[in-house]
């Protein structure tokens, strides 16, 4: 009877390892973590969506047709080779600060209010010291 109490017990724990695809305990116990790794992943995208946008700004000149004529034209392609060698690294700074920021062991609070501030004041410095 015992064995059998027991087991009825620990029914939702056996029927829980027997589900296909169940992750949800893992993403609990670690929720914290988690947080952290997706502020970071929100950075790595948001380093996308910003080389994407330097790139496209930088060549949009092309079909606007605001090259100019004679020498500006030679001054426009230059400009463009610049930003376009330019939006690498700054892709690069804002996910560095995604990466620093998803290896936050901190609790939440720290991770808010210390964490994410930090990497965003430094991603601006940097940026900014590359476009200057």
């Known amino acids: 009877m015992e064995k059998l109490l027991n087991r009825l017990i620990d029914l939702p724990s056996e029927v829980n390892g027997m589900l ?5 305990n893992s993403c609990m116990s670690d929720s914290e973590g988690n947080l952290a790794s997706w ?3 929100v950075f790595r995208v948001g ?4 080389w994407v946008c330097s790139v496209y ?3 949009s000149i092309m079909w606007t047709g605001g090259m ?3 020498a500006a034209i030679v001054g426009s392609i ?5 930003w376009v060698y330019a939006a690498f690294p700054i892709a690069m700074v804002v996910r ?3 990466e620093e920021v998803a ?3 901190g609790d939440t609070v720290n991770l808010l209010f210390y964490d994410l501030p930090m990497a965003t004041i430094k991603a601006v410095g940097y940026i900014t010291a590359l476009v200057a």
């Open 78 to 82: 230059l400009g463009m080779a610049v």
């Open 39 to 41: 502020a970071g992943d």
């Open 20 to 24: 296909p695809w169940n992750c949800w």
């Open 68 to 70: 100019g004529e004679g």
């Open 96 to 98: 560095g600060a995604g």
């Open 103 to 105: 290896a936050s062991k």
């Open 47 to 50: 380093a996308f969506v910003t």
């Open 57 to 59: 700004a930088s060549l």
